[in-house]
């Protein structure tokens, strides 16, 4: 068994408590003892484990950790994708956002001309406000599911745009010279980014090298600006 396929059996076998035993993934890989081993010491030099004699400790930021290594060692995605909860998909984009200075808010709720919606996760830098939707897919990633990912994701943050003043007291507003909305689809597999439309659609393990290059100057993005903004939104 490959060391990718190893991953993706721990991540299994830690869903549930974030602890496990060595000789359960041994079992359940059927893979030898020696391997499974030296497995669990590179991924503890890694930081990605914590290791007291056979038993396997991880903190939810190592199963995301694992989970980038399982797919940069060649692991499915769709698999590795199968192995996370949607939380742990958020928390790793929140996680992503707040490093590169982003404040951040998970499932923001808002309502425009009598309907709901909700964003999985905004984050705040100014000028930018990027409204991120996490799609947790197992099956499949046909271009027809993602196009229309993108419409919808693009509806919302349109939505907010017209609303956006009535949002500010509630989300502790600070004077920014002006607002922009980005509307972005973040999927769990390692796709190449592109646009649809000016909305990017990324891989959440490349979004930290898309951060570094989103400007609101650039053209080709679709980013919508709040009418008649003097201030903007600061996510606590």
């Known amino acids: ?5 190893l991953h993706v059996c721990l991540l299994h076998e830690t869903r549930q408590n974030h602890l496990c035993n060595a000789s359960e993934i041994v079992a359940r890989s059927k893979t030898c003892w020696s391997i499974v081993e030296e497995s669990l010491h590179n991924l503890e030099e890694a930081g990605a484990v914590t290791l007291a004699g056979e038993e396997i ?4 930021g190592q199963r995301l950790q694992i989970a980038q290594l399982a797919i940069t060692k060649g692991a499915d995605p769709e698999r590795v994708a199968r192995e996370l909860r949607w939380q742990e998909f958020e928390s790793l984009t929140s ?11 998970n499932h923001f709720v808002f309502k425009h001309s009598g309907h709901k919606y909700e ?3 905004l984050g705040a830098k100014e000028p930018i406000v990027l409204c991120v939707d996490c799609k947790h897919w197992h099956h499949g990633w046909a271009p027809s599911k993602i196009a229309a990912a993108v419409r919808n994701q ?3 943050a349109q939505s907010l745009s017209e609303v956006f003043e009535l949002y500010e007291r509630k989300h502790h507003i600070v004077g920014w010279q002006s607002v922009q909305l980005l509307p972005i689809v973040l999927t769990l597999a390692d796709l190449s980014s592109k646009l ?3 909305v990017p659609v990324v891989s959440a393990f490349r979004l930290r090298d898309f951060l570094c290059q989103v400007s609101p100057w650039i053209e080709r993005l679709r980013f919508i600006d709040v009418p008649s903004c003097s201030q903007a939104l600061l996510l606590s």
């Open 95 to 105: 996680q992503i956002l707040s490093r590169e200075g982003y404040a951040t808010a």
């Open 154 to 156: 693009l509806l919302r």
């Open 119 to 121: 964003i999985d996760v």
């Open 196 to 198: 649809i439309d000016g």
């Open 1 to 5: 068994m490959t060391n990718a396929a």
């Open 57 to 60: 400790h991880v903190t939810p």
